[in-house]
């Protein structure tokens, strides 16, 4: 299994992206997948996850601000992320876990400044 994250990027404080989160490989089709990001000198935190139904789950400081979706079809994972702030800036990661085992993508920085 493998993801490849893409979407990261130099984006002012209230600005928005769009990472993406590209699965492939055999995946089981009962799922969930995941964006969690680790800004320096912190712990990876969970940012969001999916499941292949699509139930989300949300950390309490990107609600209403973060939505995560997800393109079974494509196997392709999508974090929007608005009204960004400085403290969103970290390297971010996708995963998907399904029959006890958990795999990771590489990560993609984001940064926000102005």
């Known amino acids: 299994v493998q993801l490849q994250a893409s979407g990261g990027g130099l984006v002012q404080p209230g600005g928005s992206l769009r990472l993406s989160c590209a699965a492939s490989?055999?995946?089981?089709?009962?799922?969930?997948m995941g964006w969690y990001r680790q800004a320096p000198g912190k712990q990876r935190e969970l940012v969001a996850t999916?499941?292949?139904?699509?139930?989300?789950n949300y950390a309490d400081s990107v609600k209403g601000r973060f939505t995560i979706s997800r393109d079974n079809a494509k196997n392709t994972m999508y974090l929007q992320m608005n009204s960004l702030k400085p403290e969103d800036a970290a390297v971010y990661y996708c995963?998907?876990?399904?029959?006890?085992?958990?795999?990771w993508g590489q990560g993609t920085q984001v940064t926000v400044s102005s």
């Open positions: 490989g055999r995946i089981f089709r009962i799922n969930v």
């Open positions: 995963n998907v876990r399904f029959l006890r085992e958990t795999y």
């Open positions: 999916i499941t292949s139904g699509g139930s989300t």
